[in-house]
């Protein structure tokens, strides 16, 4: 199986800070690797597909970057609503895995 | 307005079954393959099974494999997970969601609790 790592575990910044995640996988994914959101009680939500492509109606604060084993979630301008968990997913290969989570937390 | 809603869970014993329902609405459910994701309390997110389109072909997470069964009515637009011989580290929110060209979820639904204890 693929094993993904993300990092940090949990961060807290200010409103309007940049914010980076990083997604490690342990064997190349291409660029199947998706990003998304989880609020408590909530469902995940598609943030990034892809890699790079921003889901519909996701605002463009939010981007992805990266191929092979290493990818970046960034969120350029933070902001109160994105008080959430934060995890990313390969679809390279069954079983689809996903990283253990980012916790972003606002100052 | 394309949605997902899963029924069935609940408190059962070690050692029971249990199934889950996840009924389709405001798209062509046929179309799509669908996945069953758990996520244990305070944990991360745990892909189970996958089942394509039309049935042909499921796959399964290690973990569960033997004793989960995904299976689908598209004529109902409606998606299953039958889980026997359930243990207490299968105690979880079970979310369904769709795939879009098998690499990632558009849509999920709100989740429904199983909770594994004597």
């Known amino acids: 199986d693929i094993q993904m790592t993300q990092s940090p575990s949990s961060l807290s910044a200010s409103v309007g800070d940049r914010v980076t995640i990083t997604c490690r996988a342990s064997?190349?994914?291409?660029?199947?690797l998706n990003w998304y959101q989880q609020k408590p009680g909530k469902a995940p939500k598609v943030l990034i597909y892809?890699?790079?492509s921003l889901q519909s109606g996701v605002p463009s604060r939010f981007s992805g970057s990266g191929s092979g084993t290493d990818f970046t979630l960034t969120i350029s301008s933070l902001q109160p609503e994105d008080s959430a968990t934060y995890y990313c997913?390969?679809?390279?290969?069954?079983?689809?895995?996903f990283g253990q989570g980012t916790k972003v937390e606002i100052k | 307005q394309e949605q997902l809603a899963e029924s069935g869970g609940g408190v059962v014993q070690p050692g029971r079954s249990l199934r889950l329902s996840c009924a389709a609405s405001g798209f062509t459910f046929s179309n799509y393959g669908m996945h069953w994701v758990r996520q244990a309390p305070g944990k991360g997110l745990e892909w189970v099974a996958v089942i394509y389109y039309d049935g042909s072909k499921k796959y399964y997470a290690d973990s569960v494999k033997g004793r989960f069964t995904i299976s689908r009515d598209n004529s109902e637009n409606t998606l299953y997970l039958q889980m026997n011989s359930l243990r207490a580290e299968d105690t979880a929110v079970y979310y369904c969601?769709?795939?879009?060209?098998?690499?990632?979820?558009?849509?999920w639904g709100q989740g429904t609790l199983v909770t594994v204890s004597s």
């Open positions: 997913q390969q679809s390279h290969s069954t079983p689809w895995t």
């Open positions: 969601a769709r795939d879009i060209s098998s690499r990632w979820y558009d849509c």
């Open positions: 064997q190349s994914i291409s660029s199947y």
């Open positions: 892809a890699a790079s």
